[in-house]
């Protein structure tokens, strides 16, 4: 579900995120077609099997027994928007777990990085983003966190990105930004790179980055585009050779309607080379009602004809996920492309009713997205079934390296406070 609900206003629904994260003192990030995960986030980060498989993170001996773990608060306090990678590209680091939320603090929006070094089991913080950009209630909403899996420019393979939508709060008149920092010691330090975007309009926001990268070996940044007066809000790509300098400003996901939104792009690649997107489309047609959509590419940067709005995936039964869809891929024993997984805020029943999984179910299938998909507990079974910023909000699923487990970091109420647990569980 994007920031901002997409069959009403982006703002209305907002203010109905603030009051229901009030008591953790955040405010709703006002994005895409629905309620913007509050004041606090992080998305888009990637969710691979790690080849550096150990028994710790569930690529133990094909005999050895699944892991199931109770889900477990991820930090003390409250924070929206999880994100999880196993580093893949870090030498002696390999296998290690970095999970990423943004919290607030005393009006301060701050991204907030815990570490696993048992696969997941347990973490604890071991790095801070802190930016002025987003200090004294300017607002930070929905990061991502990510591994360079090859050298960009001058930062090798292995560094780590964090970028963020800042400033949605700024007062007087807000003027949004995507902001992008890295870290080179395996998240404990980070320091600013570069702007991937900023709007000149203080009406206008830019929301949800995604990295990742194409087929030329550039880094694409992915996200959602509010400044463009003929779309509430559309899908947009830029990339870089260096992470500093952005161009190709181009449209992925754009709906004729004005007031379409389709927003929240997570991206993976197939072994095949096929990329994958996953998002919602926030309409008041009840078709596309924050609705989650995949397209595929090719080669990561052109994604065909903008106007078309992709695939609605679902279930034999019918079965479909509305608001803030994520997407992983995991290896599958005997099967060269892997396997998908995908879970969505809500899932509904064929007849538009809510489903009775919904909240507790993330979906497999072994297709590249096609045909149907199949529906498996959730790691984490989220309770509160409200459609606002906290509950099962863009929750993070991390297969371990074998593909036999997920890990997952899904928030949900716990009194007043939006909290993120994780949980780890055989699929």
Not at 109 to 117: D, H, L, M, Y
Not at 284 to 310: I, M, Q
Not at 362 to 367: E, L, R, V
Request: a negative charge; proline letters at 6%.
């Amino acid at each position: 579900m994007s920031r901002r609900t997409g069959h009403h206003h982006a703002r209305k629904v907002a203010a109905a995120a603030v009051a229901a994260v009030a008591a953790f003192g955040l405010t709703a990030c006002q994005g895409n077609g629905d309620t913007k995960a509050g004041s606090s986030t992080a998305s888009g980060s990637q969710a691979s099997g790690s080849s550096d498989a150990s028994a710790k993170s569930g690529a133990g001996d094909a005999a050895e027994a699944l892991r199931k773990t109770a889900p477990t608060p991820l930090r003390d306090g409250g924070a929206l928007y999880p994100r999880a990678i196993r580093l893949e590209h870090s030498g002696k680091d390999n296998g290690r777990v970095l999970a990423s939320t943004v919290v607030h603090d005393g009006g301060n929006g701050i991204g907030a990085v815990q570490e696993s070094t048992d696969g997941g089991a347990s973490f604890s913080q071991v790095g801070t983003i802190a930016d002025p950009k987003s200090a004294d209630g300017r607002g930070l909403c929905c990061a991502t966190l990510y591994e360079l899996p090859r050298q960009v420019g001058d930062m090798p393979a292995g560094t780590l990105l964090w970028a963020a939508s800042f400033g949605q709060d700024e007062k007087p008149a807000p003027r949004m930004s995507i902001r992008v920092f890295k870290s080179t010691d395996v998240g404990r330090h980070w320091s600013y790179l570069s702007t991937v975007a900023a709007a000149t309009d203080t009406s206008k926001g830019l929301w949800e980055p995604e990295f990742s990268i194409d087929a030329e070996g550039n880094l694409v940044c992915h996200y959602s585009d509010e400044t463009d007066p003929r779309h509430s809000q559309k899908l947009v790509a830029v990339r870089s050779r260096d992470g500093v300098s952005w161009s190709g400003l181009h449209d992925t996901v754009a709906s004729a309607p004005v007031s379409d939104r389709p927003g929240m792009a997570v991206v993976r690649k197939l072994p095949n080379g096929t990329y994958v997107m996953t998002y919602e489309i926030c309409s008041e047609d009840p078709k596309f009602a924050c609705v989650v959509h995949y397209r595929t590419s090719s080669d990561g940067w052109d994604w065909g004809d903008p106007a078309n709005l992709g695939i609605r995936p679902q279930t034999a039964d019918g079965k479909y996920f509305k608001h803030a869809p994520t997407l992983a891929w995991a290896p599958e024993a005997g099967n060269p492309q892997g396997k998908l997984l995908l879970v969505g805020q809500a899932m509904f029943n064929a007849d538009g009713s809510r489903a009775e999984g919904s909240g507790r179910t993330i979906w497999t299938n072994s297709k590249g997205g096609e045909g149907a998909w199949r529906e498996i507990p959730a790691p984490v079974p989220v309770k509160s079934d409200k459609l606002d910023s906290c509950p099962n909000y863009s929750s993070s699923l991390l297969p371990s390296a074998d593909g036999r487990e997920v890990l997952e970091i899904a928030t949900d109420y716990d009194g007043g406070v939006c909290r993120p647990y994780h949980a780890t569980d055989g699929i």
